[in-house]
């Protein structure tokens, strides 16, 4: 009897677990052929037009005060769409929630010294999640139409968001190399 016990709950929790996997997939194959048809290339974003901003979503900052691999070729393909003239305003969005870690001034500081203009680039102080990102670039920068920069993995899901909030969003990819962890990320 115990065995038939022991196997029947050994059964049922592997339904459980087969379940949960097959739902998590279900979701993730949802977002990615959703918003797959918002991911340009940098050329076909150059035909946009009235786009409010180019969002640079935060990534990690290193001690030195350098931007991360990530986050560097973020600010590389940002700053490429604006040397195109797809947009005129770069918006730097990050986390600076204690004084000894402010992503969006090392942002900035790359900027600026790639020859942006001062005044072309915003800064959000709060932008401690993608979604913090997106809805404040709506709701505090009054964005409506924009161009999210981050790497793949990470696109699908900011367009996600940026189509629940309302926003007429298109995305560019900022791989340029395979990332430490990656593996974990994708």
């Known amino acids: 009897m115990t065995k038939t016990i022991h196997g029947r709950f050994l059964l049922i929790l592997g339904i459980i677990i087969l379940s949960g996997f097959v739902l998590f997939l279900s979701i ?3 977002v990615i052929f959703s918003t797959r048809k918002q991911i340009l290339s940098v050329e076909e974003a150059q035909n946009l037009t009235d786009v409010d901003a180019i969002l640079v979503l935060g990534c990690q900052v290193r001690s030195d ?6 986050l ?14 797809v947009s005129k305003n770069l918006l730097m969005s990050g986390d ?6 402010n ?7 790359y900027a600026i010294s790639h020859e942006i ?3 072309d680039v915003y800064m959000d102080h709060a932008g401690f999640s993608t979604y913090d990102s997106i809805y ?3 709701d505090v920068f009054k964005v409506k139409k924009v161009i999210i920069v981050t790497q793949g993995y990470h696109l699908f899901r900011a367009l996600m968001i ?17 990332y430490s962890g990656q593996m974990y990320r994708e």
């Open 28 to 30: 993730n194959f949802y």
């Open 65 to 70: 005060q350098t931007p991360s691999a990530m």
């Open 72 to 85: 560097e070729d973020r600010l590389t393909r940002a700053l490429e769409l604006y040397h195109r003239g």
């Open 96 to 101: 600076h929630g204690t004084k000894g870690y």
């Open 103 to 109: 992503e969006v001034q090392v942002m900035k500081d």
């Open 117 to 119: 203009p001062s005044s």
């Open 136 to 138: 404040r670039a709506r």
């Open 162 to 178: 940026a189509n629940h909030l309302g926003l007429e969003a298109y995305g560019v990819r900022a791989d340029t190399i395979s």
